[in-house]
Nanobody, 121 residues
Framework: VQLQASGGGQVQAGGSLRLSCAAS????????MGWFRQAPGKEREFVAA????????YYLDSVKGRFTISGDSAKNTVWLQMNSLKPEDTAVYYC???????????????WGQGTLVTVSS
């Protein structure tokens, strides 16, 4: 499965963006799909994940209440709706998938290319 992330851009603080991650093949029910980000000079960090087998969702504490991860099995697509964006959300965002029925997965097996999100103050 190959992943294609899109939807990044530049937005002012308080604004919104919706990231999309389209899979080239079918995302199996035994999958966990996630979003990660990497800010300049920082380590990559987990942002959000969704268990494809049940739709349970998981979030980084600092994005809870602002970001929403969702998915559509018919479209093999995962979205990250980002509201009330802050300058500290500026990063390259990556989507990833893991062959795992359970969360958290041991690791993520396939990654998309990043999409840049820039939030100005």
């Amino acid at each position: 499965v190959q992943l294609q992330a899109s939807g990044g851009g530049q937005v002012q603080a308080g604004g919104s963006l919706r990231l999309s991650c389209a899979a080239s093949g079918r995302i199996s029910r035994g999958s966990v799909m996630g979003w990660f980000r990497q800010a300049p000079g920082k380590e990559r960090e987990f942002v959000a994940a969704i268990n494809w087998n049940g739709d349970s969702t998981y979030y980084l504490d600092s994005v809870k209440g602002r970001f929403t991860i969702s998915g559509d099995s018919a479209k093999n697509t995962v979205w990250l709706q980002m509201n009330s964006l802050k300058p500290e959300d500026t990063a390259v965002y990556y989507c990833a998938g893991a062959a795992s029925y359970y969360y958290p997965p041991i690791g993520y097996d396939y990654w998309g290319q990043g999409t840049l999100v820039t939030v100005s103050s």
